[in-house]
């Protein structure tokens, strides 16, 4: 049966390594005879990332080119990927090599055997101890949180049958976490161990505010505790106040004891109105989201397109 192969690469400030990727790729291509198309999403580079796109067309004319008109993020430059796909078996990779292509023909035999999804398993990572760190904990939170079954160290990295892709985009989410959708539309998944190689040059685009919003969108996606967390809270606060309360009153009726106690009474409404503020937050941070799904505003705006 003929199989016609997707790749779709989110490009951030790559103009520098665009080639050294374009070669991996296409090595990788004629080795596998792959019948292929390879999408280039451009997310609002500050450099001339999409000059380069360009250029590499007239060399590779399976390459298909997205100019985005910002930075929208890498997740939905990645769902704006997805929605140009026209392949039986779609991958997903980073522009940096981090994810070898040399890595897809394994991960795609795993289609083969009759897997609707390969996901790559991070073993290993390169960077420093504290994203490591922060990295680590991060899934095992959202695990644990989470309403569905998110594997851990489980990243963008994987390949997927075209119906995977189509019931992915079938979420209209504005601020979409991809790993967690892929979770959730389910079928036969496993996932594949690897040791993921360091950046070929440059810095990563993911600043730690950008890391912190994806960390967001999957808490706050996929799981509703924070919401329940703050009813137990006041079940706690109440609790607590009850318990004080009756404490206070029998020292003085029955001990007669004239309870002092400013700097205790500063403390505690001190505690709570903080408290009061983190839940606000999260109910905030809830009401947001939805108020951003229901404006109803494109999720993202095309500039420029190259063989689409």
């Known amino acids: 049966m003929h199989i016609k192969t997707s790749i779709v690469v989110p490009v951030y400030n790559s103009y520098s390594f665009l080639t050294k990727l374009l070669e991996a790729i296409d090595k990788q291509k ?15 580079s500050r450099d001339n990332s999409y000059a380069k796109i360009e250029e590499l067309c007239k060399t590779y ?3 298909k080119g997205i100019k985005l008109s910002r930075n929208f993020g890498h997740q939905i430059a990645v769902k704006t990927g997805l929605s140009h796909v026209t392949g039986d078996y779609v991958a997903i990779i980073d522009d940096d090599l981090q994810d070898p292509p040399s890595l897809l023909p394994e991960f795609f ?3 083969d055997a009759g897997n609707d999804v390969a996901y790559g398993v991070r073993k290993k990572r390169k960077e ?3 994203k490591r760190l922060s990295y680590n904990a991060f899934y095992r939170l959202l695990k644990k949180l989470s309403d569905i079954d998110i594997p851990l160290d489980s990243g963008d990295f994987c390949v997927m049958k075209r119906t995977v892709v189509d019931h992915m985009l079938k979420f209209n989410e504005k601020s979409p976490f991809l790993r967690g959708i892929r979770a959730w539309v389910g079928l036969r998944q496993i996932g594949v161990p690897y040791e993921r190689s360091a950046r ?12 912190l919003k994806i960390a967001l969108d ?14 137990w809270i006041g079940f706690i606060g109440f609790s607590f106040a009850s318990l004080y309360s009756l404490y206070i ?18 403390i505690i409404i001190s505690f709570f109105s903080s408290l009061i503020l983190i839940c606000l937050g999260l109910i905030g941070e809830y009401i947001v989201r939805i108020y951003n799904e229901v404006r109803d505003r494109p999720y993202v705006i095309i ?3 190259i063989n689409v």
Do not use: C, H, M
């Open 200 to 211: 070929i040059e440059g810095e990563s685009g993911y600043t730690l505010k950008k890391l």
């Open 303 to 305: 500039d420029k397109t």
């Open 128 to 130: 420093s101890f504290i």
């Open 61 to 63: 004319p399976y390459i």
């Open 249 to 266: 009153i029998v020292q003085y009726f029955v001990n007669g004891i004239q309870v002092q106690g400013f700097a205790t009474l500063a």
């Open 30 to 44: 004629n080795s596998s005879g792959w019948d292929l198309e390879l999408i280039l999403v451009d997310d609002g």
């Open 218 to 231: 999957g808490i706050f996606s996929f799981s509703s505790i924070p919401i329940r967390v703050i009813t």
């Open 109 to 111: 035999s795993y289609l």
